[in-house]
């Protein structure tokens, strides 16, 4: 069965919030709504779908900072338990974000590596990816992934956050070159690429291989 995919990336620091539904099933899943809750819901209506749910890659408020506009009381929220305080707390945000906390959904829903996401006709492997955040996660559905702040075409995320790893980013880095090389990445910020495309040219990868 086919799906349709779509971005919205207007927001100051370019983050891609992404859309996924599969072809006539009228649902949606959206990951990272960080930005414009009102324009990404129009997007969708103007699709003809209605969003089920929300993922985020990690608590950064460039990922997550819409999300109670977004949601509501209605639209369940995703995000890794170790990222989840980032919701309500700012002081788990790390530097760069202030003193901002998005608030939590009322039908916030924590993952750990190894869950499955189910809805709008999609299953998501949840792949907890720490390092930019010790809650990043990536999801893996069909022969694709978000990536969130992993992995970008031609670089990787900071992990030079109060609340990053080095070790840990590094060793999920190697953790994403273990997926096969025609997996298309969907990464949270810049154009789409494929881990194959990444292993061979990556700069920052090619230290690990």
Known sequence: MGFSLDVFADNPYLTNCWMLAREGSGEALVIDPGFEAARVHGILAKAGLKAVAALATH????????????????????????????LTDASAWGAGYGTYSPGRPPLTRTVRDGDTVEAAGFALEVIHTPGHTPGSVCYRF???????????AG?????????????????????????????????????????GRERRSNPYLLQLV
Do not use: K
């Not at 608590?59 to 980032?86: K, N, Q, R, T």
């Open 59 to 86: 608590g950064h408020g460039d990922h997550v900072g819409a999300v109670m506009a977004f949601c509501g009381s209605d639209v369940p929220l995703y995000i890794h338990e170790e990222d989840e305080l980032a």
């Open 155 to 195: 670089s990787i995320g900071r992990y030079d956050f109060p609340n990053s790893s080095q070790d840990a980013m590094l060793a999920s880095l190697r953790r994403f070159l273990e997926l096969p090389d025609d997996v298309q990445v969907l990464p949270g910020h810049m154009a789409t690429t494929t881990v």
């Open 142 to 152: 069909d022969e694709s992934v978000f990536s969130g702040d992993l992995v970008f």
